[in-house]
């Protein structure tokens, strides 16, 4: 079993930068590809953008692509979401996942952290 703690979210204003974690425990975190996921009230979860095991390979949706940047610190067990000129339509609950499989699909992950609290004000 794999544990995920996801710490860092919170209020920030519109162009802000903030940076979000995800903290491991449990099983080999060093094997696992990591994503992040978002959902917005009265949404569906949404794809973010995910990191292979190594931190070789990193897909991001391109509702974020160029301000958002993954990345991941195997010796911390730690997952990192770098968010810079954050928008109001970036607010949502953010979701770290882990999984063997790396991609874009929320089926390719099998554990889940808590989520937490991003909201952008305008």
């Not at 979210?9 to 162009?15: D, E, M, R, T, W």
């Not at 973010?48 to 610190?73: E, L, M, Q």
């Not at 911390?76 to 979401?81: D, R």
Request: proline share 1%; aromatic share 14%; with cysteine.
């Amino acid at each position: 079993q794999v544990q995920l703690v996801e710490s860092g979210g919170g209020l920030v204003q519109a162009g802000d930068s903030l940076r979000v974690s995800c903290a491991a425990s449990g099983r080999s975190f060093s094997r696992l590809n990591m994503g992040w996921f978002r959902q917005a009230a009265g949404t569906e979860r949404a794809f973010v953008v995910a990191i292979s095991w190594n931190g070789d390979r990193t897909y991001y949706a391109d509702s974020v692509k160029g301000r958002f940047t993954i990345s991941r610190d195997n010796a911390k067990n730690t997952v990192y979401l770098q968010m810079n000129s954050l928008k109001p339509e970036d607010t949502a609950v953010y979701y770290c996942a882990g999984g063997e499989r790396f991609g874009d699909r929320r089926s390719y992950y099998n554990y889940w952290g808590q989520g937490i609290q991003v909201t952008v004000s305008s």
